[in-house]
């Protein structure tokens, strides 16, 4: 397995390995809580950052705010050297009795937030500091321009936002610069190509793809008869019920016949796909377990042809997938 490449996100300089490692899971969401095994999370950032995977994706809301504390351990058993890897983390919900209470971005939400991010993982500085969802409430260049600030404090170096819409991102990126946007992005869900991904090429802004494996449905691991355990936010997704499960199995055939005929494996075959869609495109797959952080590395080796990529396309096309990717209350907070 080679070491993985460098991709640019922006045009401000930010610099991170082609493939980054998503950290919620090691904390929240997904799975049994017993399933989470502190050693294992530890040797699977040590792996990462063996394999060149130096991109960490964590925020204050995971836990809450166990997953910043969980990085920041596991680095000074690692004895990392902080500018080896490249942090990114997120502000914008409200907490209250450990729970989220709605969002919260005005300017001095923003400071405290980042303050207390900046102590959990033990640091000087935050790499990539994103607004987690947009709060309706505040405008966008307020809360950009408390952001903006704290690059000019060389607290963070980059600026990001997660969900955001079009006119969102351009008003935001007219405060500051933007280096890049986080958002739902994958053979499954395709709602950024007829107005986002477009928008952020014309201004120069680079894609942090979170749920590229679907939430471990393009995995090929999930079938009708998966049970998740009852603390798994899956169980809310409309495109994990039943009914929907069984008609977007069909649809995932096609990657895993794909794979079979390429020697790798669907999670491969999915992460793969994302890396051919543009340079400036950086998926974030999750993972607690090294052998599953080592396939998804794998995906870097792998080459697609261009009547590859278009099959995938069309094999899943948004009209063939079934069932919303959130359910109402959260599909509400993602700025549409």
């Known amino acids: 397995m080679e070491m993985l490449s460098k991709r640019k996100l922006g045009t401000q300089g930010l610099t991170v390995s082609e493939i980054g490692l998503g950290l919620m899971g090691m904390s929240q ?71 989220m209470a709605g969002t919260d971005s005005s300017p001095q939400r923003v400071r405290q937030a980042v303050e207390g991010s900046l102590r959990r993982l033990d640091t000087d500085y935050i790499d990539l500091l994103y607004q987690h969802r947009v ?31 079009e006119q969102t991102i351009r008003r935001a990126h007219a405060v500051h610069p933007i280096s890049a946007l986080q958002s739902e992005y994958s ?62 199995l069909a649809l995932v055939d096609g990657v895993t016949e794909l794979a079979k005929r390429k020697q790798a494996t669907p999670a491969q075959i999915a992460l793969s796909w994302l890396l051919h869609k543009g ?11 090294r052998k599953y952080l080592e396939e998804n590395i794998g995906a870097a080796d792998l080459s697609l042809t261009k009547e590859e990529v278009a099959a995938l396309d069309a094999g899943l096309a948004p009209e063939k997938v079934a069932g919303a990717r959130y359910a109402p209350a959260q599909q509400a907070t993602i700025d549409r």
């Open 29 to 99: 969401s997904y799975g049994s809580p017993e399933e989470r095994d502190e050693r294992e999370s530890i040797a699977t950032i040590n792996r990462s950052i063996e394999l060149g995977c130096t991109f960490f994706d964590t925020a204050e809301v995971y836990g809450p705010y166990t997953n910043e504390e969980l990085l920041s351990r596991a680095m000074k058993q690692l004895g990392i050297v902080r500018d080896r890897v490249v942090i990114a983390t997120k502000f914008g919900f409200r907490i209250e009795n450990g729970r």
């Open 135 to 165: 709060d309706k409430t505040v405008p966008i260049e307020d809360t950009v321009g408390a952001m903006g600030d704290l690059v000019r404090q060389g607290k963070v170096r980059y600026l990001g936002l997660s969900e955001a819409g």
């Open 187 to 248: 053979l499954w869900e395709r709602n950024l190509e007829p107005e986002i991904i477009p928008a952020l090429r014309e201004l120069g802004i680079g894609l942090v793809a979170f749920s590229p494996l679907g939430k471990g449905f393009l995995t090929g691991k999930i079938n009708e008869t998966t049970n998740f355990d009852t603390t798994d936010f899956r169980n809310t997704i409309p495109r994990f019920t039943p009914e929907n499960r069984k008609r977007n």
């Open 279 to 289: 340079e400036g495109i950086v998926p974030i797959p999750g993972t607690k377990r």
